[in-house]
């Protein structure tokens, strides 16, 4: 429906943006009895909704559109204990891409998932302001990104200059993930 909405408004879907992500963080893997109800729910949004929702934008989209997934950088570097689950969604955004990033090629559609570091948002709200040295000493830069940093990124994959730009990951996390 959001995609009829889309192209009801617009007439046309050049874009799409997935940016929604839920975190359950605090359970081992042997933890002996986690929110299962709490991990499925995480799984459905932040894997089965992206491909649910890519599945049906590029089904309708533009040839030459394009298609960025906001992951996290704990798909390519998990720091502490209990974030399996979730770095698990978000590394499964990263294969996923690339699969689509060929899929999708013949039409001129790039797809490409962009990392950021941790950043003011309402997922880390209460935490940016009190991270630990120890996680600060895992950045080459030693401060969390702003989000027009992340933007400024975005923008580009999205725009003119991002079309020979495809199945690839982005890390704007201050040299976290490096």
């Known amino acids: 429906s959001l995609v009829d909405a889309v192209l009801g408004h617009f007439g046309k879907l050049d874009l799409l943006i997935n940016n929604a992500a839920v975190a359950v963080q605090g359970y081992g893997v042997d933890h002996p009895a986690p929110d299962l109800e709490a991990l499925d729910h995480m799984w459905r949004t932040n894997v089965h909704g992206v491909i649910a929702t890519t599945r049906a934008a590029s089904a309708r ?3 030459g559109g394009r298609i960025l997934f906001i992951g996290s950088g704990f798909g390519s570097r998990v720091a502490f204990a209990g974030v399996a689950e979730y770095a698990a969604t978000k590394a499964a955004l990263i294969g996923y891409a690339r ?6 090629g013949t039409r001129g559609i790039t797809v490409n998932v962009l990392q950021p570091g941790i950043m003011p948002t309402d997922m880390s709200a ?3 302001d009190n991270l ?3 996680l600060m000493d895992l950045h080459s830069i030693r ?3 702003n989000l027009e940093e ?3 990124t975005a923008v580009h994959l999205l725009g ?3 079309g020979y730009i495809s199945g690839s990951v982005f ?3 201050g040299g976290y993930t490096g």
């Open 126 to 128: 209460g935490v940016v």
């Open 143 to 145: 401060r969390i990104t």
């Open 61 to 63: 989209m533009s040839d």
């Open 132 to 134: 630990p040295d120890a």
């Open 160 to 162: 003119p200059h991002g």
């Open 171 to 173: 890390d704007v996390s």
């Open 150 to 152: 992340v933007a400024a």
């Open 99 to 104: 699969g689509a990033a060929r899929d999708l």
